[in-house]
């Protein structure tokens, strides 16, 4: 089976683990400052190793010091851990309807979310296309609230050329296997504003104060460390930043592959009945994490099913947030964000990765076929 994700590891990643297990640091050692130091350049902003990019949401949300009363407005098309963080903090989530074309957050939906109690937007940029990152920053800059990106599908992405991860006060990266580049479990926080990921850190590492002139009681010797806020354990260890290391190392040729899949499905697929193309607005240059196609929605199961009945493991990417039964037991309704849903009913998510599995003419031919006798001329929805 093809899966619609996988991991692309090499000889290299392999040698850079097998060294940092050989060496004296298991957990937080050199290759996590090495690793921060390397992500900062690609993603134009300092950073912050994480054990996952769901940690990496909860440091974002920590920083800005989120808390009961406040307002988080999200995208229903995501994972739903970019709201299950920020609900743990006690804010309300609100959510704004995404673009027809791209499924990203909504700008003009944002704008009318907006309340006196919003802290924060958050982007997601779904498949690794950014989100319309100039418009949502003004209207956060306009009412004084935190843009918070969740990068989870974006690493290496730009927009208007900038990169991702230099735009939003906060990014979050997850290196989970399926995404763009992994450290089998694994995340990021970088942040334009230094105090801000000094307070992410802070809180992926229990909170501790070791720095001598911010203590609050007298320092008794060298073991002295204080906590003036609660944290908790999300540092991402030695062993794992090693493979980042490396990872990282070909994150312009997995853009690379992954733009050839893109470009080669792009080509065969054109013309194929009742089947969308994802779109790319000229602005951006996606790092591609997901292929999502779209059918039409009666006809989505069954296209589904028989993908999968032959070698395709395609996935849905995603149920909207708001309909899982911890929103919808609270009064939440999806039918509140008619696009997010209407996309959810429609999308598959074919194979995409930089991986000689997908990368090869045989592979596309395949697919074509299978998707050209399911959907083709004669197949009306
Ligand atoms: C959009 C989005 N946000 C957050 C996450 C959470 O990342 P992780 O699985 O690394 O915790 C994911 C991963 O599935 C995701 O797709």
Request: charged content about 20%.
């Amino acid at each position: 089976m093809i899966p619609y994700g996988r991991q692309s590891i090499n000889n290299e990643d392999i040698a850079a683990v097998v060294a940092s297990l050989k060496s004296d640091w298991l957990t937080t050692g050199p290759l996590v400052t090495e690793f921060e130091i390397a992500l900062e350049k690609v993603v134009g902003a300092p950073c912050v190793t994480v054990s996952s990019g769901t940690a990496a949401l909860h440091c974002a949300y920590a920083a800005i010091g989120l808390g009961p009363g406040d307002e988080v407005i999200t995208p229903p098309i995501t994972f739903i851990a970019t709201q299950a963080t920020a609900a743990l903090f006690g804010a309300t989530i609100v959510f704004a309807d995404v673009q027809t074309d791209t499924a990203n957050i909504d700008p003009i939906a944002v704008e009318a979310a907006i309340t006196p109690r919003t802290k924060a937007i958050v982007a997601v940029d779904y498949a690794g296309h950014p989100a319309d990152l100039d418009e949502l920053r003004e209207i956060a800059d306009r009412h004084s609230i935190y843009l918070i990106e969740d990068a989870a599908h974006s690493i290496g992405s730009t927009y208007k050329g900038r990169p991702v991860g230099s735009i939003a006060d906060i990014t979050t990266f997850s290196f989970f296997p399926t995404k763009n580049m992994t450290t089998s479990e694994g995340g990021a926080v970088a942040s334009i504003h230094p105090a801000l990921l000094e307070k992410a850190k802070r809180f992926s590492r229990q909170g501790l104060v070791r720095n001598q002139s911010e203590f609050k009681i007298r320092s008794e010797g060298a073991w002295h460390q204080e906590v003036h806020e609660f944290g908790l354990n999300y540092r991402l260890p030695d062993v794992l930043c090693a493979l980042g290391i490396s990872q990282l190392k070909r994150l312009q040729t997995f853009k690379a592959q992954r733009r050839e899949a893109f470009e080669s499905y792009c080509e065969i697929l054109h013309g194929i009945q009742n089947l969308e193309l994802p779109t790319k607005r000229d602005y951006v240059d996606p790092m591609w994490h997901l292929f999502p196609i779209r059918v039409p929605a009666k006809r989505r199961r069954e296209v589904f099913d028989k993908l999968r009945k032959q070698e395709f493991l395609v996935q849905v990417n995603y149920i909207p947030a708001n309909l899982h039964p911890v929103f919808a037991s609270q009064g939440y309704r999806a039918s509140d964000t008619p696009e997010a849903l209407s996309f959810y009913e429609q999308e598959i998510s074919l194979p995409m990765m930089a991986n000689s599995e997908i990368l090869s003419t045989e592979y596309f031919v395949k697919i074509q076929n299978s998707l050209f006798q399911i959907l083709g001329p004669g197949s009306k929805s």
